[in-house]
């Protein structure tokens, strides 16, 4: 089929979606999708879930994940595709930073507590996942239900945001630590979102590192920007890659499909990897 399509960035509730990983696949063959990547934050367990509804409906699941690193204290996220899902470097360091971010909640909360929220509990907010990656997305959902604040975006701006009074940094690693974990595991590297994260100015450093590719597609931004990152894609002979980067009911103004690639760009991503 000349017109199949691929979305390859996905969250599930194993890390900080409201989605099954059945749920994904259903809504992905509504979408008339041939291919998803489960690319869960710092977790794979959502993937053999998808990779097992997806024989019902004939669609390719990709193994994924979506790696959290730090350059210059600015958030920097890494896609891996592809890497070995038994006893590679990726698979083994993944409890590490499962417990880092478990850390990092139960500072985020103790933060809370002393500004006053005392009603604010860890396991109220790590019981939101069905993973040890717990993150702020499901203490926002909390904050909300709480009543703490009026809506998710609030929680953010106001208290979770990247320099907001709660906020803390996650597993200590930089962009080129990941893409080296992902590497050595058989995998293929992406700079997810480069137009949120704005960092253009790494992004040579981060192809002497390994990188393999741009997430140049992504909802709800403009043609303008997809085409300027497709260029620099291009200019430092990277791979194109995109996704919705859905989480279910927690982002609301993305959905399973709304970002996506030809399945082109699937094809040229599975020629790099090595597991």
């Known amino acids: 089929m000349p017109d199949r399509r691929a979305d390859l960035h996905i969250h599930t509730y194993y890390s900080d979606s409201t989605m099954s990983p059945q749920n994904v696949v259903r809504e992905a063959k509504k979408a008339l999708l041939s291919c998803i ?6 977790t794979i367990d959502g993937v053999a879930e998808a990779v097992s509804e997806a024989k019902k409906f004939d669609i390719e699941v990709l193994a994924g994940i979506e790696l959290s690193s730090e350059y210059g204290k600015k958030d920097v996220h890494i896609l891996g595709y592809g890497f070995a899902l038994k006893k590679s470097p990726l698979v083994m360091k993944l409890q590490e930073m499962q417990q880092a971010r478990r850390e990092r909640m139960k500072k985020m909360v103790a933060k809370l507590n002393s500004l006053g929220f005392g009603d604010i509990h860890f396991e109220d907010v790590a019981s939101r996942t069905k993973s040890d990656a717990v993150g702020r997305l499901h203490l926002a959902q909390l904050l909300v239900e709480k009543r703490v ?15 907001s009074p709660v906020y803390f940094s996650k597993f200590k690693q930089t962009p080129v630590e990941a893409i080296k974990l ?8 992406v700079m997810a979102h480069p137009m949120l994260t704005a960092r ?27 085409n300027y990152y497709v260029g620099l894609a291009k200019k ?23 970002g996506y690639v030809p399945y082109e760009h699937v094809e040229e991503l599975k020629r790099r990897f090595h597991a």
């Open 37 to 42: 990547s489960i690319t869960d934050h710092d």
């Open 149 to 163: 604040v009026p809506d998710l975006d609030t929680a953010f701006s106001r208290y979770l945001g990247e320099g």
């Open 182 to 189: 992902i590497k050595d595991s058989g995998g293929a590297a």
């Open 200 to 226: 253009d100015e790494i992004i040579p450093e981060l192809v002497r590192a390994g990188l393999d590719g741009l997430e140049a597609y992504y909802p709800n931004c403009s043609m303008v920007v997809a």
């Open 236 to 258: 430092y002979k990277l791979l194109i890659t995109g996704g919705s980067d859905s989480h279910g009911a927690g982002k609301k103004n993305t959905y399973i499909g709304k």
